[in-house]
């Protein structure tokens, strides 16, 4: 659907309601990059490491902790005390990100991936209020991640409505929908944009199994 894969070095947004499937196609990513040799990083915002490491063993049988061991992952868990990135609400939503995006950037210098993976930061992004300092915020968290090297995949919630301000700063935007067809809720994936490549202009089936998440040829449309 992206004519061959990801440009190296850009920032791609997965972006939907919830339950769609934001994290499973995020995780693929970063575990399928591990099997080609590719060093992965994810960063968990909203949940702990743990939670996310229960998740995909449980539904796919992913062992992000033996991946860790063998030094193939790094998961950076911002609830973790030792990182003193307090996300309480008496802080200064502006100065949360500010801090989260300087994190990121050591945390990128010191590990050095190939693939990066930011678990849904728009919660965080609702509580900015002005806009042109959302678009600013935005825009420094991608710059960094750019310069790092690493190709990133950040996951967006639409329940908070901040995934304009952060699709129209990525270099791609995907979009996951799982919605009522007759009697049955289908999954479905599309391509917003994609900067450099052509794009399927098609809407997608997109099926979950226990092998994980794949993209059928089918329309979920009659
Ligand atoms: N082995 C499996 N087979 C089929 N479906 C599965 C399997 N494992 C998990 N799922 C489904 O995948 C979905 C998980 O989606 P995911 O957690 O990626 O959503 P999300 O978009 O990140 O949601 P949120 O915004 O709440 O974080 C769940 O609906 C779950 O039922
Ligand atoms: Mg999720």
């Keep these: 659907m992206i004519d061959g894969g990801f440009h190296k070095g850009t ?3 997965i972006t939907g309601a919830s339950g769609t499937g934001k994290t499973v196609f995020a995780s693929q ?7 080609f040799g590719e060093k992965g990083m994810i960063v968990t915002p909203s949940e702990s490491a743990d939670y996310l490491k229960r998740e995909m ?5 992913w062992d992000f902790s033996a991946l860790e061991k063998e030094g193939k992952l790094c998961i950076v868990d911002v ?5 003193r990135l307090q996300k309480s609400i008496e802080i200064d939503p502006v100065d949360f990100l500010i801090n989260f995006r300087k994190l990121v950037e050591r945390k990128l210098q010191e590990v050095k991936p190939e693939r990066l993976f930011i678990d849904d930061l728009s919660a965080f992004f609702m509580a900015v209020e002005a806009p042109f300092k959302i678009r ?9 991640l750019r310069a790092s090297g ?3 995949v950040v996951t967006i919630g639409t329940a908070f409505g901040m995934n304009q301000f952060l699709e129209y700063g990525a270099d ?6 799982r919605e009522r067809i007759g009697n049955n809720l289908i999954r479905s994936i599309f391509i917003m944009k994609m900067r450099g490549s052509k794009i399927a202009n098609s809407i997608r089936v997109l099926d979950i199994s ?12 009659p």
Aim: charged letters at 15%; zero cysteines; glycine letters at 8%.
């Design 29 to 35: 990513f970063i575990h399928q990059g591990t099997k």
């Design 57 to 61: 063993s449980s539904s796919f049988g």
């Design 79 to 83: 609830t973790d005390p030792v990182l």
């Design 150 to 152: 690493a190709t990133s």
């Design 210 to 221: 226990d092998d994980g998440m794949s993209v059928s040829s089918l329309s979920p449309y």
């Design 172 to 177: 791609s935007a995907t979009v996951l929908k």
């Design 11 to 13: 920032v791609n947004t």
């Design 136 to 144: 600013s915020l935005t825009d420094d968290l991608f710059g960094t």
